[in-house]
């Protein structure tokens, strides 16, 4: 029979243990940074060190906000104004985190997700949208579900934007806005980590690939204490 000791260590063993067992990696920055190819490395490493890992991306996800991801990045919601591209990114990340992002979190999963709320504070932030309605909203979209660890990947925006034009048929809605604006989210990125710098970390992504790899395995192993599992057979 357990005593009443028992169940107060059992109790405290409970409240010590972090709320939720996954991590949360986000992938923020201007366009053709390298988001996507970086988060795929460290999904491969992470892997070979026993994680379990999903890979996503934001807009989109899950079948939802993938429709919304479309309909967005054509340009189609552009009548709407900022706002209303806004609360269409809030409206997809809400599907994302309740249906993908927390129950993989939940079950102990490392979640990466290629763009995150950093992108909605800096692309929209940009466009004029109030900061107190990108808070809201992000608050309805993510609840509690916050970033562990942001990786934001910085660079000239002439370099970004050739890097993208090279690899894509044509710029997407956000891609073809003028310099100014770019150069505007970029500076808000930099602000965002500035702000938050125990969950941000800035990468210079002007270097090769290769060293960009090294300094967010640096990151993420220092900031989230990954250690390789061993597999002795
Ligand atoms: N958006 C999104 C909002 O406005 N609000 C929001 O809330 C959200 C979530 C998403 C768009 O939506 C906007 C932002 C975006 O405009 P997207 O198609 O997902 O659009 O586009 P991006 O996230 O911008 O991604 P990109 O595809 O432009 O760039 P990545 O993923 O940063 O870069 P990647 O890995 O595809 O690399 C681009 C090219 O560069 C090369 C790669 O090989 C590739 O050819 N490259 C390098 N070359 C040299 N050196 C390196 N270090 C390199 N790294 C990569």
């Not at 054509?74 to 609360?87: D, K, Q, V």
């Not at 048929?169 to 891609?175: I, K, M, N, T, Y």
Request: glycine share 8%; proline share 5%.
């Amino acid at each position: 029979m357990s005593s009443a000791a028992d169940t107060i260590d059992r109790d405290r063993a409970r409240a010590a243990r972090p709320r939720r067992p996954g991590r949360l990696i986000t992938f923020e920055g201007g366009e053709g940074g390298g988001k996507t190819t970086q988060l795929l490395r460290l999904a491969e490493r992470l892997k070979k060190a026993g994680v379990a890992v999903i890979a996503t991306r934001e807009p989109g996800g899950t079948p939802l906000a993938e429709a919304i991801r479309k309909f967005v990045l054509s340009g189609a919601a552009r009548s709407l104004g900022a706002e209303g591209e806004a609360i269409l990114f809030a409206a997809a990340r809400a599907d994302h985190v309740d249906r993908l992002i927390r129950p993989a979190l939940d079950r102990g999963d490392w979640v990466l997700c290629d763009r995150f709320t950093d992108s909605t504070r800096a692309y929209q932030g940009a466009a004029g949208v109030d900061p107190g309605i990108i808070r809201a909203l992000e608050r309805v979209a993510v609840g509690q579900t916050r970033p562990d660890l942001t990786i934001i990947l910085d660079l000239p925006v002439e370099i970004g934007l050739s890097r993208a034009a090279s690899r894509n048929a044509g710029a997407d809605r956000f891609e073809a806005d003028p310099a100014d604006i770019h150069r505007q989210r970029r500076a808000i990125f930099l602000a965002i980590a500035r702000q938050e710098p125990e969950r941000c970390v800035v990468v210079d992504a002007s270097r090769p690939e290769s060293e960009v790899t090294a300094a967010i395995w640096q990151a993420v192993a220092e900031r989230l204490a990954v250690r390789p599992v061993r597999n002795d057979g």
